[in-house]
């Protein structure tokens, strides 16, 4: 390695300034995406643990200290995806924050509870590629390229993803709309 010279950093050091800024700025969102994908806030914290050890090991592996967020979000996104795979037994119930907001009619928080466990369940029963593309594309408002960068995935095969995965979601919530409106 490199010592400093005057006020020039070795890259080292700018790779570890960039990834620790960004956790600073951005760890609690980087839970909050694995509990979504996850569904499970013990195991988002253990993802998330996981990740940072990764990052920090493999902090050579940050080409560009600019694209930080996004070097960081494809480790986080794989180590979700680890923990799926090793899952034996997946939630039913997740929780999404302000999904099941109060409404002016009892009848009509219940049916939102229970639009939301219904989309909850379909969002948990893709498989964990779907599952992130899903994440990342609509609770992290972020486009298909970006997505592509992040979980190492061309761009067509992220689309390709989307793609099935809403069908499988509109029908799941096309099921449950129909038998809400079917009268008991």
């Known amino acids: 390695m490199a010592i400093r010279e005057g006020t020039r950093e070795r890259p080292v050091d700018a790779r570890r300034d960039a990834l620790i800024g960004h956790l600073g700025r951005s760890l609690d969102r980087a839970y909050a995406l694995a509990a979504v994908i996850l569904g499970d806030r013990a195991d988002a914290e253990e993802a998330t643990h996981d990740a940072v050890c990764t990052a920090w090991r493999g902090i050579d592996g940050l080409r560009e200290p600019e694209r930080v967020e996004a070097w960081f979000t494809r480790i986080l996104v794989n180590a979700c ?14 929780e999404l924050d302000g999904a099941t907001a109060a409404a002016s009619a009892v009848d009509d928080a219940f049916e939102r509870i229970d639009a939301t466990d219904e989309l909850a369940r379909a969002l948990l029963a893709l498989s964990p590629q779907h599952r992130a593309v899903v994440v990342l594309r609509y609770w992290d408002d972020l486009p298909v390229d970006e997505i592509a960068i992040r979980t190492g995935e061309r761009a067509g095969t992220v689309k390709s993803r989307l793609h099935y995965a809403l069908n499988s979601l509109r029908a799941v919530w096309d099921r449950a709309d129909a038998e809400r409106r079917t009268p008991r």
Not at 81 to 92: A, E, M, N, S, T
């Open 81 to 94: 995806r680890d923990r799926l795979r090793r899952r034996k037994v997946r939630p039913i119930r997740v």
